[in-house]
């Protein structure tokens, strides 16, 4: 869709007055028309769910005939085709009823599904999405990508990028059981430093080989080439701030590979890249890094910078006792740049 602002713009007779008050105008048509598109989809959502509802209700009250699905459907199918187009096909039917079921706190055949005190789910997503959503068999799972999803504004692609690399797993697997808890009620909080990381990233957008054969140098242009994908992947609240960004003290200039500010923990957040295997040093010039910035780039009303060390194999004891025990501001974590099997990806977590 063309940007109405854009042309207003390009035109040589408006002045800057006009121009301003041209795309304040422009901006509020096209919010308008978002508008419009979204309302659109989620009607389009509830009315599959109450077509869901009126097949189940239908279904229950034939005591649940195992032809159903066959017959009936069938023939409510080669009523609504003509009428409303392929959009009604019988497996489509049966995605409503589905719909239905996972989303209507639906809990025994013996309910009184004609009761309508239980409150309509809130959907805020396009009916894509939700056919995504219900493949996803674990509840707390399936809530928290929809959560996520919705306060991200993930499109459907990017929704089933998050899900492919296991991001609630990764994410899970570091938090007790109650953090776990409130990944499906309330998403991904970001509070303090821990709660911006995963281990391992996984950076298969970059279309890199699995051993690292590359350089870093090659690594970080890929992740530049693909920042939005990178972006995504950091998670929530990131903004790109320069890439080999310099550091010069003591006669001698250091290069931070990448720099990012975090919008909602409010600091600086500098990662540097390592091809092969973490060593003391590298952790040690990290914690040098993430002094200069908060000694001489942080503003006063700022939080402590964070560093993170990105490496392909790492020693968990090396860090460990290379950093202090106290320490809440510097962390290694390693990246794959091949998506890994969900088997892979749980073994790989739990050996970090």
Request: charged fraction near 25%; proline fraction near 3%; aromatic fraction near 10%.
């Amino acid at each position: 869709m063309c940007e109405i602002h854009h042309i207003a713009l390009m035109s040589n007779e408006i002045n800057i007055s006009e121009r301003k008050l041209a795309t304040q105008i422009a901006d509020l048509i096209n919010e308008a028309r978002r508008t419009v598109v979204t309302a659109v989809n989620v009607t389009m959502v509830y009315t599959y769910y109450e077509i869901g509802r009126l097949i189940v209700e239908d279904e229950q009250n034939g005591n649940q005939r195992a032809e159903y699905g066959k017959g009936v459907l069938k023939n409510i199918s080669a009523y609504l085709t003509p009428k409303f187009g392929k959009g009604f096909s019988v497996d489509n039917l049966q995605n409503m009823r589905n719909f239905y079921l996972s989303y209507s706190n639906y809990e025994t055949p013996s309910r009184n599904l004609s009761d309508n005190t239980l409150p309509k789910p809130n959907f805020t997503l396009s009916w894509s999405h939700y056919l995504k959503l219900m493949r996803i068999e674990n509840a707390d799972e399936r809530r928290f990508y929809e959560i996520e999803a919705t306060q991200n504004h993930w499109s459907l692609r990017e929704l089933e990028r998050q899900f492919d690399s296991s991001l609630y797993e990764r994410l899970a697997l570091s938090r007790n059981k109650d953090e776990i808890l409130a990944l499906s009620q309330k998403g991904q909080v970001i509070e303090k430093p821990q709660d911006l990381l995963k281990d391992p990233y996984i950076l298969e957008f970059t279309g890199l080989p699995e051993l690292p054969t590359y350089s870093e140098k090659r690594l970080e242009q890929k992740l530049i080439d693909n920042l939005q994908s990178f972006l995504l992947e950091l998670g929530k609240g990131f903004t790109f701030v320069g890439r080999q960004v310099r550091l010069t003290f003591a006669e001698e200039h250091f290069y931070i590979d990448l720099a990012f500010y975090n919008r909602l923990l409010r600091c600086f957040v500098l990662i540097d890249l390592k091809r092969g295997k973490l060593k003391h040093q590298d952790i040690g010039q990290m914690q040098m890094y993430v002094n200069y910035y908060d000694r001489e780039v942080k503003l006063a009303d700022e939080n402590p910078t964070i560093g993170i060390l990105l490496c392909h194999d790492k020693d968990n004891a090396v860090v460990e006792y290379t950093l202090p025990q106290d320490n809440n501001h510097i962390f290694a974590a390693k990246y794959a740049t091949v998506l890994p099997s969900k088997d892979d990806l749980r073994q790989l977590i739990l050996n970090k």
